[in-house]
């Protein structure tokens, strides 16, 4: 009981909620997936190289023909799902940690805002989130996770917007309570 209570976490929040659990993000039966890319959108390991195993080859195929100068750090383009259960695949791509006087923070908002936009542009309800940055480009994980609930919360707490579930899908157990304690200091 308690196990599964750390896993899997469930937050009225504004128009929606929000959503934290442990797992793979290839695997989130969810309408929109973002996946943490590099600013050449060129594949790579951790989640990309998961995403891109799982949704076969027609995801680079797109990504090179539409984007071919890449995609510039603190945004985010977008793709069809492939072979994943997305219909829509959005590659965001996040800062690399240089210590944290480079914008870094501002950068990482940035790949979320634009994600959840361009989510809402093509009607999507719900967006499944891995924890940007916070793996091959170092940034710290509590503060990478305070952005992102940030961010979120801001989202569903604004009228405006459309989208009324963010789900965190997080790889291991110490991104999941990073997420865990940046969701307890916001709400
Ligand atoms: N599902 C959910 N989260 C995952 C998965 C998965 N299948 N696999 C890894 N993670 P990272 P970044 C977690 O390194 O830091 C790539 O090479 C991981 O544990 O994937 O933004 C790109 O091509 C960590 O918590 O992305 C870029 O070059 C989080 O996802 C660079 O890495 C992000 O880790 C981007 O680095």
Known sequence: MTLDRAKRLDRVCGRGH????????????????????NAALAGGGGVDG?????GGPSIAR???ARY??????GKAVVTQGGL???????????PRWQGGEAGEE????????????LAEER??????????SCGVYGYPIEEG?????QVAIDWLRNPERQISSIRFVLFDGTTFAAFERALENEV
Do not use: M, W
């Not at 009607?123 to 940007?132: D, K, L, R, S, V």
């Open 145 to 149: 996770a305070r952005v992102a609930v």
């Open 18 to 37: 929000l959503h934290l659990e442990e797992g793979d993000i290839t695997a989130t039966d969810v309408d929109c997936v973002v996946n943490a890319a």
């Open 68 to 73: 071919p100068h890449g995609c510039p750090t």
């Open 62 to 64: 797109e990504l090179k």
């Open 84 to 94: 994943l259960s997305a219909r829509v695949l959005i590659h965001a791509v996040g």
């Open 50 to 54: 998961a995403i891109h195993r799982a």
């Open 123 to 132: 009607g999507c309800q719900g967006i499944a989130f891995p924890a940007i």
């Open 106 to 117: 501002d950068l990482l908002r940035g790949a979320y805002r634009t994600s959840l936009l």
